[in-house]
């Protein structure tokens, strides 16, 4: 009984909990008609995986917006782009004359073999301007994996994988 709590435990902590840590995110606000640049910035040693950017819930290939085939390439679709600056390791996705229906969330994507990493982006476009003229973009860290390639089957967060350890540690004694 003491071994099946502990399982449900993990279970809860890998599964549910990286859920309500994954809810924040950069977030963009922009009004109707403008620019937005999207940055999303990626470990080292993802300088050559392919780069994409789709949106929520980002679970088939009619959500991924633009996507890169290669290194240091730009990538054009209507008012999409991608440019991946590698040197700096973050790509940006540039949305072009934004619409009320562009509000919502969106995730940066890493297209890896097996566990696609995804970055949450949150984009708000209001009608008119905004009182104080301003655009505003601000940043709270929220990096998710997915398993499965492009597109993302399901997300759980990166911050779970400090839990694994603890787990593993307790299934051996």
């Known amino acids: 009984e003491r071994i099946f709590k502990f399982y449900l435990l993990c279970f809860y902590l890998l599964s549910f909990l990286p859920s309500v840590l994954m ?3 950069n977030v963009y606000v922009r009004t109707v008609g403008e620019t937005v640049q999207i940055r999303c910035p990626y470990p080292d040693d993802h300088r050559y995986t392919p780069k994409y950017f ?3 819930p980002c679970k088939s290939s009619e959500q991924v ?3 890169t085939a ?4 730009v ?3 209507g008012r999409y782009s991608l440019t991946d600056t590698v040197n700096g390791q973050f790509f940006t996705v540039t ?4 619409r009320l229906t562009d509000s919502g969330v969106y995730y940066c994507g890493l297209d890896q073999w097996f566990i696609d990493t995804l970055k949450k982006v949150n984009l708000s476009v209001h009608q008119g301007r905004s ?3 301003n655009s505003h973009s601000y940043e ?3 990096t998710v994996q997915s398993p499965g390639s492009t597109p993302p089957v399901n997300s759980s967060s990166g911050d779970s994988s400090f839990f694994r350890p603890i787990c593993l540690f307790m299934l051996l004694y």
């Open 70 to 73: 290669k290194t240091y390439q």
């Open 75 to 77: 990538v054009l679709d």
């Open 131 to 133: 009182a104080n003229n």
């Open 23 to 25: 809810k924040s995110g």
């Open 140 to 142: 709270l860290p929220s």
């Open 65 to 67: 917006l633009i996507k």
């Open 54 to 56: 789709c949106r929520h």
């Open 95 to 98: 949305i072009k004359h934004l």
